[in-house]
């Protein structure tokens, strides 16, 4: 009787209409509450009977009033959706369809229906499904959540459902562009250069099929080098805007996953018509460069269509083996193909020392990779270090595109071009004063200057600790791409475009493009526009969100049985917030999360500091970023492939009262540290 007076309607909309209202994002808590985040970092608490009306993430407006003397939140209006497509996982209650959203923070079934075509009896309990939500509590006349199952993923057992659910998590095909009957080069125009009898070679991974440079070098007398970097031509089989084109475009890059990957292009292009093989005729676009002994880049660029025959299908570890111990057990190159080998490694060197006394080189990291069996489960991952030959390569490779940027920038004015500004502008205050704290050698002027950049990088680099390095780098701008010439300040280069993948980038495809209009002389095919650089910024973030995913479903798997064996593994410490800190193991390249109650469950005696990077046990600094230490696993969360762990060092209990000295010492310990 009292629900439908509208008297009482009225008096409750009057009322409601006099109360506060804050905007904010929703979070939500295990334990069925949750809290509305301000923008200002405040948060108000959100009793479990309002809860039921919002999810984890949307944006709402609140009613902002006092329960039981407690300031309290009642969502009244959505703003933003946090969940529209998703991915989950079916639940059966009674016989009916729910979906169970695949996210740590979203736990509750969400009633559900299958689109329209769509077999109800095909889906199982704990398939893999894409959903789309339908419909939301504070919309219209909604009571509850809804969606619509548009498509069922794989069956809950499938060992491949790392793969598959990650490709449609992220809205990436999972197979490869479909074949054509025949490929034809196309007619451009190119007069190519016959280097067929050049003893060119390649150096990649023992596996790799799309092999898309080869190189040929000439160390001369005087100590300078000329380098000739071919790379493999897939523009000669694709025209501009026809369906392949357009089909490269859509994808960006080839996808690269732990065990697997799914190429740009075809395969019979990528691994076959324009892979550089072995002893194979093939189509490619060359830079051709003089480097003076100090590793100089000499202003004799020359690009040009060429034919080239790969002498030597050469691999990473043979190579590697060859010049650091003097030779490969089971294989040596003939004469011919040493020489080639020993130059180049030269030419590397000139390079390397060039750029690390003018421009910056970043410290190696090992890549980690994942071996799997036929079925698919993890067997082992293993740490490939940046070896000799490895360094060779990416030496040619960063000369090229350094060639092709100054070549567009000089004869377009445009390209596909990589830069980064330095720091953000926003954040370069704050910078300045850990530098100025660190006694850093550096104005605030220089650091707004290529050179003055690039010098503090060098520093960073032989400094003993990783920390402000670390530190720094929460203040610096992203790598970007562009259409117009810039600077790249992290790689210390005045301008950067990548050529030299067109297999495998798209980008790379466009800059083909204009290379070929300049060594031609004709007007480009196709020239990129201002989107160019967030198309190509929302492909690379969705693949490396993509490869992130799969490792960590990988590492879970294989990780089932740490926390039983107590395995003890070396972590370095990438961030810090103020919930804990987070860390790679150097093992295996795993993430992992250590919460503050698992370094010392007292709230009073431990500090994480996320803006300085540091944790403080009793005043004192006991963690800081790029710190490494022993840790072993304490939870292994399979739903939601997130890794916990624990410091092997423990800190002892403290009584209630300590003595006055060890007091007195923990208050001067800040400023010590």
Known sequence: MFQDNPLLAQLKKQIQETLPKKEGTIKATDRGFGFLEIDNKDSIFIPPNYMKNVMHGDRVMAVIRTEKEREVAEPQELIEQYLNRFIGRVKLIRDRLHVVPDHPQLKDAIKARPVKGLNPELLKEGDWVVAMMTRHPLVGDNKTFFCEIKEKITDSND???????????????????????????????????????????????????????????????????????????????????????????????????????????????????????????????????????????????????????????????????????????????NAVIAEQIHALHKFANARSAWRANNAVVFPDRPDYRFELSEDNDVIAIHTDPRRTANRMIEEAMITANICAGRALRDKFGLGVFNYHNGFNPEKLDTAMEFLTNAEAPFEKEQLLTLEGFSALRRWLNAQDSTYLDNRLRKFQAYSEVGNTPAPHYAMGLDVYATWTSPIRKYGDMINHRLLKALIS??????????????????????????????????????????????????????????????????????????????????????????????????????????????????????????????????????????????????????EKA
Not at 648 to 653: E, G, I, L, S
Request: negative net charge.
């Open 521 to 670: 002389g004709q007007e480009p095919s196709q020239t990129p526009d201002d989107t160019v650089g967030e198309e190509i910024a929302l492909h690379r973030r969705n693949h490396r969100m993509a490869e992130r995913d799969v490792a960590d479903w990988l590492y879970v798997r294989l990780f089932k049985n740490a926390v039983k064996e107590e395995t003890v593994f070396t972590a370095e410490i990438f961030d810090i917030n103020r919930a804990g800190m987070r860390v790679r193991l150097l093992e295996n390249g795993a993430a992992a999360f250590i919460p503050a109650p698992l370094i010392l469950d007292n709230k009073a005696r431990i500090e994480c500091n996320g803006e300085l990077g540091m944790i403080n046990i009793d005043k004192v600094k006991e963690y800081q970023l790029g710190d490494q230490f022993e840790v072993k696993l304490a939870e292994v969360r399979a739903a939601t492939r997130q890794l916990v762990a624990k410091p092997v060092k423990q800190f002892p209990d403290l009584t209630a009262e300590a003595p006055a000295e060890a007091t007195e010492t923990n208050s001067e310990a800040p």
């Open 159 to 333: 060992k491949i459902a790392p793969w598959w659910v990650t490709l449609a998590r992220h809205d990436l095909p999972n197979a490869e562009p479909a074949p054509q009957e025949s490929w034809s080069m196309l007619d451009e125009g190119l007069e190519r250069e016959d280097l067929t009898d050049l003893p060119f070679i390649t150096i990649d991974g023992e596996s790799t099929k799309d092999m898309d440079d080869a190189l040929y070098t000439i160390a001369k007398e005087d100590g300078s080098f000329e380098i000739t970097i071919a790379i493999a031509d897939p523009t000669s089989y694709i025209a501009v805007g026809d369906k392949m084109d357009d089909e490269a475009r859509q994808r960006g890059f080839t996808i690269y996953l732990p065990g697997r990957n799914i190429p740009m292009l075809p395969r019979e292009l990528s691994d076959e018509l324009c892979s550089l093989l072995e002893d194979e005729k093939r189509p490619t676009i060359c830079c051709r460069v003089t480097v003076d002994a100090d590793g100089v880049i000499q202003d004799d660029i020359h690009f040009f269509a060429a034919w080239i025959k790969s002498q030597g299908r050469l691999s990473y570890d043979n190579v590697s083996d060859l010049l650091e111990k003097g030779e490969c057990e089971g294989w040596a190159p």
